[in-house]
């Protein structure tokens, strides 16, 4: 399985991005497709992540900010981030994994493989 991140840069605060995760070596699915961030100096958390049906969870500080998505047919995972404040800053992976997105987004369950990430800078 082989994950690639992308869309990231640098944005005001207010600003958006869309991030994408391109996923290759495996039938999509069936999967949950996380994201992930890791900011300087801080443990990697889980940010939001879509199950097979489309159920979708996010952590308390994206919520109404964040919206993630995917196209199976593709194999991608989309996050769209709006509002983003300078605490997003940081860089941003994916996960695909045949597991509850509550264990993913908590890393009960860590990803087997995160992929290369991309970066998100929020600076005013």
């Known amino acids: 399985v082989q994950l690639q991140a992308s869309g990231g840069g640098s944005v005001q605060p207010g600003g958006s991005l869309r991030l994408s995760c391109e996923i290759s070596g495996l039938s999509l699915r069936y999967y949950a497709i996380a994201w992930y961030r890791r900011a300087p100096g801080k443990e990697r958390e889980g940010v939001a992540c879509i199950n097979g049906a489309g159920n979708t969870e996010y952590v308390d500080s994206v919520k109404g900010r964040f919206a993630i998505s995917r196209d199976n047919a593709k194999n991608m995972g989309y996050l769209q981030m709006n509002n983003l404040k300078l605490e997003d800053t940081a860089v941003y992976s994916c996960?695909?994994?045949?597991?509850?997105?509550?264990?993913?987004?908590?890393?009960?369950?860590?990803?087997?493989?995160w992929g290369q990430g991309t970066q998100v800078i929020v600076s005013s």
């Open positions: 996960a695909a994994e045949l597991a509850q997105c509550d264990h993913l987004l908590t890393l009960w369950i860590r990803p087997s493989n």
